[in-house]
């Protein structure tokens, strides 16, 4: 017999399956050892009251065992000798395109500048450890894109739940733990990420697809506004429709399409700086109470968001119990970012806190004038160029290397510069910098007012002893590559379909995922009618 139960518990009664077994048979009287399973359908924490509860939703197995797998399969077949189609980018837009078009009976041949996951790996140490980047292959370019090593948070604001589902189910199937299928806030952790990565990569591979590493798109292949095909650095050049999952960090793609009168369009976006506070203030402030997490309960997180001056000013990509990453992509840049291992175990926890910023906004003309790129106004790179300079400024306040220009909290808030910094994450170190000075005025005085609010609704937040770093800019695309709603095609070129983040249409893993998807369908519509 299967029995399922909305659960309200402590978090101690579901410390392990034996104490939830245990629970659930006095409860609801049951003999526990005809207890075979239990499967969690859904977890969620409810931290808002001082006691601390768990809403489990459960299917609990009596007398028989459960039958097939936690998650559901998707079939995929060999795809060789059937049409090709080009996936340019391996994050998780292209590689979610890639696996759906095997499931649609096309053969996927992606093409990504980077490194596979694994030899990611050792570059990434380089940019902590001698503060090289190398502009192939470090957070952003590489096997897995800017999601590979990451926190891993795998939620979406995207109502389409069914997508959600699929997306979710399909990184279960390539080794992620089927938890997430049941948690609120579900994630995988930067070290499991990398081999469900290989896994995904191993399916295309096994069913006839193809990837190519080190190989960069260098242009695409345009007759008659129709897409032929892409050239690359190796000089290979593939032919097909192109899904282009690039990203929101390949400024050389965008300046490509804008050189070659490619329609695009410029796109809002948010930047900031990355807050780190210690983890167990923060597991103390959002469980209230003094012991923090306890044996029982995760990392805690938060979310903030308000609005000063007409902008947004909220947290962004929060990591509890992570560490924030030096995330540039190029030379002359300091980017930070945040991620975290499956068990958010570190002695920190951070977020973005950002300011939105509209294309309209004349306060960054005139801060891209007082900065000598006059010339960049009027161009529909314009977002970028503020995000490069905005990054190019952060290098220089670091030190001109990975170090990041950091000020405490407080500090920033009351306009003053103290030269001691905390302990923080960021392993290539920080340096005492005045943020709240060099920052454009239009953001950290939005970012002050943010936090002066954040810490009057959350006592304790707006503290020394959290410290600020700078600058965290790569949070969405600042372009759009305009395509159309139904046919997902670029508005002006057939066969090229912009997809993902880098395209303006995704923002997080899930929902680049999802968009690679609803590309690869696309594709398959566009291959049996082509108009
Ligand atoms: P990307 O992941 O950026 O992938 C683009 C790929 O294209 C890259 O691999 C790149 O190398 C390749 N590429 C670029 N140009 C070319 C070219 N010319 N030729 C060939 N290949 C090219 N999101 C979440 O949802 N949860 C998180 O916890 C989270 N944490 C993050 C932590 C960090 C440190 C970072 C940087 C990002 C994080 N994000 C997170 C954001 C998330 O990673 C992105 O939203 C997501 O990866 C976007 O997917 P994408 O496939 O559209 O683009």
Redesign the pocket.
């Known amino acids: 017999m299967i029995q399922e139960y909305q659960l309200r518990i402590l978090p101690e009664q579901a410390a392990n399956e034996q104490v939830l077994k245990q629970y659930i048979a006095r409860e609801k009287g049951v003999k526990p050892d005809t207890i075979y399973a239990i499967r969690i359908l859904k977890r969620s924490i409810d931290a808002r009251q001082r006691t601390i509860y768990l809403n489990l939703g459960v299917r609990v197995y009596i007398n028989e065992m459960p039958s097939g797998d936690e998650f559901q399969i998707t079939e995929y077949r060999s795809v060789e000798n059937k049409p090709q189609v080009i996936v340019?980018?391996?994050?998780?837009?292209?590689?979610f395109a890639a696996l759906r078009l095997i499931e649609l009976g096309l053969r996927p041949i992606v093409?990504?500048?980077?490194k596979s996951v694994r030899d990611r790996k050792s570059d990434i140490a380089l940019i902590s450890r001698e503060h090289i980047v190398n502009p192939?292959s470090n957070?952003?370019?590489?096997?897995?894109?800017?999601?590979?090593?990451?926190?891993?948070?795998?939620?979406?604001r995207s109502k389409k739940r069914g997508n959600v589902d699929k997306i979710l189910n399909v990184f279960c199937q390539h080794g992620a733990n089927p938890a997430i299928l049941a948690d609120a806030h579900p994630?995988i952790g930067t070290d499991k990420l990398p081999k469900v990565i290989e896994n995904m990569r191993n399916t295309i591979l096994t069913n006839g697809g193809e990837v190519h590493f080190e190989?960069?798109?260098?242009a695409l292949i345009i007759k008659n506004n129709r897409v032929e095909g892409i050239e690359?650095n190796t000089g290979q050049t593939f032919l097909g429709p192109v899904i282009l999952?690039?990203?929101?960090?390949?400024r050389?793609?965008y300046r490509w399409l804008a050189e070659n009168n490619v329609p695009i369009e410029t796109k809002g976006l948010a930047v900031g700086v990355r807050l780190e506070h210690p983890s167990e203030l923060i597991d103390q402030i959002q469980y209230h109470r003094r012991e923090g997490r306890g044996s029982y309960l995760p990392a805690a997180e938060y979310s903030f968001v308000t609005q000063v001056k007409e902008r947004g000013v909220y947290s962004f990509?929060m990591?509890p119990g992570g560490f924030v990453?030096p995330?540039a992509s190029g030379p002359e840049q300091v980017v930070v970012?945040?991620?975290?291992p499956s068990n958010r175990g570190s002695k920190w926890s951070n977020s973005g806190m950002v300011v939105e910023i509209r294309p309209e906004d004349t306060e960054v003309d005139q801060w891209l004038v007082a900065n000598g790129k006059a010339d960049k106004v009027e161009s529909v790179l314009k977002l970028m160029h503020f995000q490069e300079e905005l990054e190019r400024q952060s290098w220089l306040q670091g030190g001109m290397k990975q170090t990041a220009p950091a000020q405490r909290m407080v500090d920033f808030t009351n306009r003053k510069l103290g030269v001691d910094l905390p302990k923080s994450s960021y392993s290539p170190g920080l340096l005492a910098s005045p943020l709240h000075f060099w920052l454009p005025d239009f953001i950290s005085k939005r970012l002050a007012q943010g936090f002066l609010q954040f810490g009057k609704s959350c006592h304790g937040f707006l503290t020394n002893e959290a410290v600020m770093m700078g600058v965290e800019t790569?949070t969405?695309s600042p372009i759009r590559i305009v395509r159309d709603k139904e046919t997902m095609q670029h508005i002006t070129i057939a066969g090229l379909f912009p997809?993902?983040?880098?395209?303006g249409y995704?923002?997080?893993?899930?929902?680049?995922?999802m968009?690679?998807e609803r590309c690869a369908e696309a594709v398959a519509a566009f291959l049996n009618n082509p108009a």
Request: negative net charge; contains cysteine; glycine residues 26%.
């Open positions: 340019v980018g391996a994050g998780p837009g292209g590689l093409v990504e500048r980077g192939e957070y952003s370019f590489g096997e897995g894109g800017a999601g590979a090593f990451s926190d891993g948070k795998l939620y979406t994630h190989t960069r798109m260098d690359t999952a690039t990203g929101h960090s390949a050389d793609v990509c990591c990453v995330a970012n945040g991620m975290s790569r969405s997809c993902g983040e880098g395209a995704a923002g997080g893993i899930v929902s680049a995922g968009d690679g």
